[in-house]
Each structure stands twice: as C-alpha cells, then as structure tokens.
Nanobody, 117 residues
Framework: QVQLVESGGGLVQAGGSLRLSCAASGSIFSINAMGWYRQAPGKQREPVAAITSGGSTNYADSVKGRFTISRDNAKNTVYLQMNSLKPEDTAVYYC???????????WGQGTQVTVSS
C-alpha cells in the first residue's frame, strides 16, 4: 500500500528555517506531481507548493520567494525548504502525491510547523 512519510517539522523562531521531507513508497506506478498543503487551526487546508516529475513548480503567493520545493525522483521524495518563516506559517503541513494512471491522490499524515514571534 502507498505510504507518504513526512519529517522535519518543529518549532522555530520567526525568521528561521526548516526543511520538510516526504518519502513515498508502496506503489508500482510512477509519480507525476508531488506537493505540499498546510492547514492552520480553524482554517481550510490550502496548497503551498507543487512540483511535477519534470521539475516545474508552483507556489502560493504567500510563500513565493521564501519557500522552495524540490524532489528526488529516484528516491520518490519531495522536499520543502522554508526560509524567513513567519508566525502565520504555523500549520500542519501535508505532502501529497499523484501517480500516473491513478485517480486517487495520496496524502501523508502531516507534520506540525510552529513559528514563534
């Protein structure tokens, strides 16, 4: 079965950095796009960044210039480098993966990121 395992969350002061990782496993299909969403308390889950297998990226306006998404296709792993963190970046961050030929989107269990002011 498909598993997405995230790591790298934690507590950091405003202006600091964190790097999230998400490793996917368990499918015979190739991964097309991977990405990150986040959900703050009392708010809806929102997209943060996404990257295709070819390396094309998209970012939410709120994180452009501060966050960088990358991936290692050989390891089926996606990363999110988060710099200049702000208290409003505090949320549970979820990675996702879309497999070629599979309609279902897979999600990780989430990792908490807390930015103190």
């Amino acid at each position: 079965q498909v598993q997405l395992v995230e790591s790298g969350g934690g507590l950091v002061q405003a202006g600091g950095s964190l790097r999230l990782s998400c490793a996917a496993s368990g499918s015979i299909f190739s991964i097309n796009a991977m990405g990150w969403y986040r959900q703050a308390p009392g708010k809806q889950r929102e997209p943060v960044a996404a990257i295709t297998s070819g390396g094309s990226t998209n970012y939410a306006d709120s994180v452009k210039g501060r966050f960088t998404i990358s991936r290692d296709n050989a390891k089926n792993t996606v990363y999110l480098q988060m710099n200049s963190l702000k208290p409003e970046d505090t949320a549970v961050y979820y990675c996702n993966a879309d497999y070629i030929g599979v309609l279902q989107r897979y999600w990780g269990q989430g990792t908490q990121v807390t930015v103190s002011s």
